[in-house]
C-alpha cells in the first residue's frame, strides 16, 4: 500500500516587522548618552564652575554634583586608539562619554576624587585635557582626502600640524575670550565660520575632460549648479559638453562635485585661504561673517608651515591686544581693519576686497528660496 504522506503544515507567518521610525531629519536624541546624573538633572543646575582648565564642575539643585573632564581627540581615530580610550573610560570615569562638534571627549564622573587619576590616565595616553574657558578650542575640521570627494586640501592634516603648535593654548584658559578655529578642505561646504578659518581657495576655474562629460555628468544639474551662470551646454569635437565663461567664473568648486571631469583641484593653483572674525553667537555682539585676510598661501603638505605662521601670527596679536572677553570679531571691531592689518604685519591685497557686483542679486542672503 503506497504511504500517505503527511499534509505539510504551512510555516507560521512571521509576525509584522514594526516599521523602522523615519528619523534621517532633526537632531537625535542624546538622552541614552547622558550621564545618569546629567540624565536625573536635566535642566535643573544651580550654577557650574571650573575648578581647573579642562573641568566642568556641575552642581544641581538636589546637591549633586557632576565633574566632566574634556581632552581632545585626533578625531578620526583608529580602532586600536578608540578602545584605549574606551578602557581609560571603564577604568578611571565611569562608562560615559560623549563627543563634542569639535572631537574632544567629554568624560562625567561623580567624585571630584576620580578627575585627578581621570585626567592623568588620558595625558599619558596623548589625549590632552583643556578646551574649556577662554582656551584655543579643538579645530572644527572636515574630512579631506579620507572620505570625501571634492576636496582641495587633507583639513585633517593642517588640523594636526596646527594643533601640535597651540596645544598648550588647548590646555590653558589665557587667552581674551575663547577662540574658535576651523578648516575646510573644499571652497564652499563644512568649514565655515570661527574665529579664525582655514579655507581652500581654487586660483583657476575648472578644467574641462570633454572626452568624460556625455558619459559622467548631467548636463543641466551641472549648469544649474553655477552660482554666477558661468556654464552653458556646448558641442565639443562633435560630443555633448560644456564650455565656461573665465571671465564671469569665481573658482568656487561648485560644479566639481556633479562632475568631476570639471577638474578644479590644482598643486599649484589650489591654494589656503585666512578668514577671521567669524561668530554665530548672540553674546556680547551680534554674529559677525568672517573676513578673508590672507589669500594665496601654499597648499603645502603634510605640515602647512605657512598657514601655521598666519594663525600663530594672528593669536598673538589677540592675546596681547585684545580687552578681556573680547572675541576676535569684537577686537577687530574696536581697532579697525587698518590697524589689524599694521598689528599682524599681513599684506592687504586687492584680492581681500569682496568685489563681486553680482552678489545682490544672485547669492541666496535671506531664508527665501530663490530660483
Ligand atoms: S569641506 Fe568640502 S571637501 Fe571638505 S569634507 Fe566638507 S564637503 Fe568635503
Ligand atoms: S567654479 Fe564655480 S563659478 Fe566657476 S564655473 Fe564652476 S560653479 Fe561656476
Redesign the pocket.
Known sequence: MAQVEAPVTPAKPAPPKTPRRANETGVPDNTPFLHPLMKKNYGQWKYHDRPRPGVLHHVAKSGDELWTVKAGTQRQMDVWTIRTLCDIIDKFGEGQVRFTIRSNVEIGVSKWEKVGPLINALESAGFPVGGTGNSISMIAH???WLH?????TD?SGAVKALMDDLIVEFKREEMPNRVHLST???E????GQADIAIIVQHTKPPKINHDLVANVCERPAVVARCPVAAIRPAMVNGKPSLEIDEKKCMCCGACYPPCPPMQINDPEHTKLAIWVGGKNSNARGKPTFMKMVASGLPNNPPRWPEVSEVVKRILRVYKEDARSWERMADWIERIGWPRFFEKTGLTFTKYLIDDWRGARANLNASTHIRF
Not at 564652499?188 to 568649514?191: A, M
Open positions: 572636515t574630512q579631506g570625501c570627494d571634492i576636496p582641495g583639513a575646510s578642505c573644499c564652499i561646504n563644512c568649514g
